[in-house]
T-cell receptor
């Protein structure tokens, strides 16, 4: 069966360091992969989208990589700040009807 | 540009009742998707509507249904509520579909007692 795993439920990191979150998938061939941020009591907020033929995407302090051979995406936040503390979700989208499946999320805590 | 709005924000219902939730997408967005979020199962896709047609459906029982109107506003209905239906119901709109950037609303917190 199809499975999406995000490296850990929670990740604590010191302010100023780079946070790296992992999204692994099996039995899946996504056409796109998205990353979202969700704060408590709010809906997810779109951050980045990367296509299967792209290796890397950047936006300000954010970087996403997509390795279809390893079936893995890495999400990096450089120079992390306490305001980056939130739950981060990866979402895989197949081609065709573009049905989306979300991972369970990683709760990031940036410690001052 | 106004964001996605959902009403009501909070609801308490009793087992066996039915409920209707409403979602107004961002102006110009034709795709509306619905999700259920629970601590145990995470964010699960319910269905997607595009130009008043259901284009995608998740693995939920037939008690969960939805529709989209000509102005792209959408409603979802849950009949014969069960305790396990307690969740945060999120609506997301997009220009063309889930494969592109989705904008989520604040959600409706449904509690079934």
């Amino acid at each position: 069966s199809q499975k999406i795993e995000q490296n850990s439920e929670a990740l604590n990191i010191q302010e100023g360091k780079t946070a790296t979150l992992t999204c692994n998938y099996t039995n899946y061939s996504p056409a796109y992969l998205q990353w979202y941020r969700q704060d408590p009591g709010r809906g997810p907020v779109f951050l980045l989208l990367i296509r299967e033929n792209e290796k890397e995407k950047r936006k300000e302090r954010l970087k996403v990589t997509f390795d279809t051979t390893l079936k893995q995406s890495l999400f990096h936040i450089t120079a992390s700040q306490p305001a980056d503390s939130a739950t981060y979700l990866c979402a895989l989208i197949r081609g065709g009807y573009q049905k989306v499946t979300f991972g369970t999320g990683t709760k990031l805590q940036v410690i001052p | 540009k106004a964001g996605v709005t959902q009403t009501p924000r909070y609801l308490i219902k009793t087992r066996g009742q039915q409920v209707t939730l409403s979602c107004s997408p961002i102006s110009g967005h034709r795709s509306v998707s619905w999700y259920q979020q629970t601590p145990g199962q995470g964010l699960q896709f319910l269905f997607e509507y595009f130009s008043e047609t259901q284009r995608n459906k998740g693995n939920f029982p037939g008690r969960f249904s939805g529709r989209q109107f000509s102005n792209s506003r959408s409603e979802m209905n849950v009949s014969t509520l069960e305790l396990g239906d307690s969740a945060l119901y999120l609506c997301a709109s997009s220009l063309t579909g889930q494969g592109y950037e989705q904008y989520f609303g604040p959600g409706t917190r449904l509690t079934v007692t």
